[in-house]
């Protein structure tokens, strides 16, 4: 069955604390996304990666890392968490690269900063 | 700049009726945009509802379909009967990229279905 799973599901921190969010596949995709989704908003990309160790930058990194170091998972990292990361995180995986490849995604985990 | 601008929820329809959620895009600095249409059921991921890539082309998938259309700039999804099992959110976006598979999605579009 193919699956993206995250965990945790829901997760409610203190602003200055630390926060990992883990999202893992069973299809041996290459390629792994982390998206995030605000209020009035579409999904924005963080990162991409193409493989282990091998991660770019999406459209809005500031205050984001990633680790990826198993191609069936993919962390995503807040290192002092703030406010305006409060939002609801997607994590999607693709077979390869380029469009013909759809994107499989994770139910998401809703993260409250306080 | 590139953009999805899609109808603003919620959308509520009766079982049985039709339904249209437009969608329109903008892409100035991509030569070849692709289309997409994903579905986010209750407590699940998005997943993809059905995809277009060459404009003029239209896409169906689960009695819904979609055209590309490049003179209009749209991509409307179009259903002539829904289902209570319909309601879901819905999302357009458009892909590009030739390093990889990137998409700019619009804000998603909450479909009611009464039964």
């Known amino acids: 069955d193919m699956k993206v799973t995250q965990m945790p599901r829901y997760l409610i921190k203190r602003m200055g604390e630390n926060v990992l969010l883990e999202c893992g596949q069973d299809m041996s995709h290459e390629t792994m996304y982390w998206y995030r989704q605000d209020p009035g908003l579409g999904l924005q990309l963080i990162y991409i990666s193409y493989d282990v160790d091998s991660n770019s930058e999406g459209d809005i990194p500031k205050g984001y890392r990633v680790s990826r170091k198993k191609r069936e998972h993919f962390s995503l990292i807040l290192d002092s968490a703030k406010t305006n990361q409060t939002s609801v995180y997607f994590c999607?995986?693709?077979?390869?690269?380029?469009?013909?490849?759809?994107?499989?995604f994770g139910p998401g985990t809703r993260l409250t900063v306080l | 700049g590139d953009s999805v601008t899609q109808t603003e929820g919620p959308v509520t329809v009766s079982e049985s009726e039709s339904l249209i959620i437009n969608c329109t895009y903008s892409?100035?600095?991509?030569?070849?945009?692709?289309l997409f249409w994903y579905v986010r059921y209750p407590g699940e991921g998005l997943q993809l509802l059905l995809k277009?890539?060459?404009?003029?082309q239209k896409g169906s998938s689960r009695g819904f379909e979609a055209t590309y259309n490049k003179e209009t700039t749209s991509f409307h999804l179009q259903k002539a009967s829904v289902q209570e099992s319909d309601s879901a959110v819905y999302y357009c976006a458009l892909g590009y990229g030739s390093s990889g598979n990137k998409l700019i999605f619009g804000i998603g579009t909450l479909l009611s279905v009464k039964p």
């Open positions: 892409a100035t600095s991509i030569a070849y945009p692709n």
């Open positions: 277009v890539i060459t404009a003029g």
């Open positions: 999607a995986s693709s077979l390869s690269q380029g469009l013909s490849y759809e994107q499989y």
